[in-house]
């Protein structure tokens, strides 16, 4: 592989390069395996993996504390790990088990934990953005220093609702961040030939939304431009959007063959700036890691994987009657 050089020496310690190798790790061999189940029948529906772009959650995360919130698109599986679900229970839930975090009845694209201030995996394409935004307006309402992230992709970027959104966000200072994954192909369209401006994160000049765009391969660069949007937020100046250029090396759900790209550039980017390679390196070249405590380390990912997995095929799927509950909310 080849060196990359970080922007600006981190100030990182070696514990916490060691979690976030482990937390990108864990999402993908994580999403290996459910590629697996779904190549197996195991999955039903819709099955989009986040392999590839593992450096851009874990970055955010880093820059979070308790209450802060969180919604996506339905490449979720791995900001649902990466703020702390259950294996077991997203895998359940990818299979349709009732031991998954909806029960079985979200699958793989709608899956919430309100413990873990998880508000969702959203199949309409930038409907997640304003419900981000509502998120953020309760906490402004209530006063304290939450912050609320509101993920989406390229594709999402060009939606209508995602410009209202801005204008209220803006119009109202709310706390909320808006990401921008930008993994370059949408759904199977380049940037360049569904895009007018290079920079997404500029759309929100026009509002008086400040931003920035991170290299979305360098887990590093993702916190610290992380910290800096939510420092931007608690400090009621109103939104931020930051959009993290990464790439996904799969399709753009299971069904796609992907041939609007070559192999050749999937290789390149798998073998010049994959994020999990490049914190590996810095750890094995700072010497704060050997190669057997890595591999001790994979090996122990490796087994919350295959139990998970174990742990959903031993589900039950969900009873019939199931079909009924969790459809209304009593308010008093």
Same mark, same amino acid.
């Given at each position: 592989?080849?060196?990359?050089?970080?922007?600006?020496?981190?100030?990182?310690? &070696?514990?916490?390069?060691?979690?976030?190798?482990?937390?990108?790790?864990?999402?993908?061999?994580?999403?290996?395996?459910?590629?697996?189940?779904?190549?197996?029948?195991?999955?039903?529906? +819709?099955?989009?993996?986040?392999?590839g772009?593992? =450096?851009?959650v874990?970055?955010?995360?880093?820059?979070?504390?308790?209450?802060?919130?969180?919604?996506?698109?339905?490449?979720?599986?791995?900001?649902?790990?990466?703020?702390?679900?259950?294996?077991?229970?997203?895998?359940?839930?990818?299979?349709?088990?009732?031991?998954?975090?909806?029960?079985?009845?979200?699958?793989?694209? $709608?899956m919430?934990?309100?413990?873990?201030?998880?508000?969702?995996? $959203?199949?309409?394409v930038?409907?997640?953005?304003?419900?981000? =935004?509502?998120?953020?307006?309760? @906490?402004?309402?209530k006063?304290?220093?939450n912050?609320?992230?509101?993920?989406?992709?390229?594709?999402a970027?060009?939606?209508g609702?995602?410009?209202?959104?801005?204008?209220?966000?803006?119009?109202?200072?709310?706390?909320?961040?808006?990401?921008?994954?930008?993994?370059?192909?949408?759904?199977?369209?380049?940037?360049?030939?569904?895009?007018?401006?290079?920079?997404?994160?500029?759309?929100?000049?026009? +509002?008086?939304?400040?931003?920035?765009?991170? @290299?979305?391969?360098?887990?590093?660069?993702?916190?610290?431009?992380?910290?800096k949007?939510? =420092?931007?937020?608690?400090?009621?100046?109103g939104?931020?959007?930051?959009?993290?250029?990464?790439?996904?090396?799969?399709? $753009?759900?299971?069904?796609?063959?992907?041939?609007?790209?070559?192999?050749?550039?999937?290789?390149?980017?798998?073998?010049?700036?994959?994020?999990?390679?490049?914190?590996?390196?810095?750890l094995?070249?700072?010497?704060?890691?050997?190669?057997?405590?890595?591999?001790?380390?994979?090996?122990?990912?490796?087994?919350?994987?295959?139990?998970?997995?174990? +742990? &959903?095929?031993?589900?039950?799927?969900?009873?019939?009657?199931e079909l009924?509950?969790?459809?209304?909310?009593?308010?008093?």
């Amino acid at each position: 592989m080849a060196t990359r050089k970080t922007a600006k020496k981190p100030n990182v310690s &070696a514990e916490e390069l060691l979690g976030y190798y482990r937390d990108m790790l864990l999402i993908r061999r994580f999403e290996e395996k459910a590629g697996q189940l779904y190549g197996m029948g195991l999955i039903g529906g +819709f099955c989009h993996l986040y392999i590839g772009q593992e =450096a851009v959650v874990v970055g955010l995360e880093a820059a979070t504390k308790e209450g802060d919130k969180r919604i996506t698109s339905y490449r979720d599986h791995g900001h649902m790990l990466a703020c702390g679900m259950d294996p077991n229970g997203v895998m359940a839930e990818l299979t349709g088990r009732e031991g998954g975090y909806s029960k079985g009845k979200g699958g793989s694209m $709608h899956m919430f934990s309100k413990e873990k201030h998880f508000y969702g995996g $959203h199949g309409i394409v930038g409907a997640q953005v304003p419900l981000g =935004a509502g998120l953020a307006f309760s @906490d402004k309402y209530k006063g304290n220093d939450n912050v609320s992230f509101a993920y989406f992709g390229d594709g999402a970027a060009n939606q209508g609702q995602v410009y209202e959104t801005f204008n209220m966000a803006a119009l109202w200072d709310l706390p909320v961040i808006f990401v921008i994954e930008n993994n370059q192909y949408a759904m199977g369209t380049a940037q360049k030939r569904s895009t007018s401006t290079p920079d997404l994160y500029t759309r929100g000049e026009a +509002f008086g939304i400040k931003g920035q765009t991170v @290299d979305g391969m360098d887990v590093l660069a993702v916190k610290e431009a992380s910290e800096k949007a939510v =420092a931007h937020c608690r400090a009621g100046k109103g939104p931020y959007i930051l959009e993290v250029k990464t790439y996904r090396y799969r399709g $753009h759900s299971m069904s796609d063959p992907a041939k609007y790209r070559t192999r050749e550039e999937v290789q390149k980017m798998r073998s010049e700036r994959d994020p999990i390679e490049h914190i590996r390196e810095m750890l094995l070249t700072g010497k704060h890691a050997s190669e057997d405590e890595l591999k001790a380390i994979d090996k122990e990912i490796k087994g919350i994987v295959i139990d998970s997995a174990e +742990f &959903a095929k031993a589900s039950p799927e969900p009873a019939l009657e199931e079909l009924w509950t969790d459809i209304y909310a009593e308010a008093n």
